[in-house]
């Protein structure tokens, strides 16, 4: 299964990057982080589609720990995620924003769903200015909670060296 994960997320950032950046790859490093947190779920202004909105804290590579502010749209019929976008606030209050899609899916646990998304870092703040680079989530939630805990991994380049230092 992890194997499985890290196959897509390869597949993924070079549908991201295109193969004329991956050729530059040598300039992208990875990054994975691992967080926790909360989200809610409400009616969205499409009929069978609810916007969740989601916090946790977390810590990974290059940026130490972190919080993590993000919202997405969920299509009730088949757990297609939409419109997702996410801000990771470094402690340093360095920030890494961008945006994702993906699918979620029923796990064996009741209650209890699973997605992938993945998608463009848009931008960035402080030690992260001119960040760029790919980030794939893969979580699982529990609607009766509302608690979640997910993993990312990536590839991420920022033009400040300083990124590298946490």
């Known amino acids: 299964m992890k194997r499985n994960k890290i196959a897509k997320t390869i597949a993924v950032l070079t549908a991201v990057f295109g193969f004329s950046t991956l050729m530059f790859a040598q300039e992208y490093k990875p990054f994975h982080s691992k967080d926790a947190g909360s989200f809610v779920a409400s009616p969205s202004d499409v009929p069978g589609v609810l916007l969740s909105q989601d916090t946790a804290t977390g810590e990974g590579t290059r940026i130490g720990k ?29 920030t890494l924003s961008g945006r994702y899609e993906g699918n979620g899916s029923a796990t064996s646990t009741p209650g209890v769903i699973s997605w992938e998304v993945c998608g463009p870092v848009t931008s960035g703040t402080g030690r992260f200015d001119e960040a760029r680079g790919a980030i794939c989530f893969f979580g699982s939630g529990n609607l009766a909670t509302g608690l979640f805990n997910e993993v990312s991994v990536g590839l991420l380049v920022s033009d400040d060296n300083r990124a590298d230092d946490h």
């Open 66 to 94: 972190y919080t993590l502010s993000a919202s997405e749209r969920i299509r009730l019929s088949d757990l297609l995620i939409t419109d997702g976008r996410y801000t990771m606030t470094a402690a340093d209050g360095s």
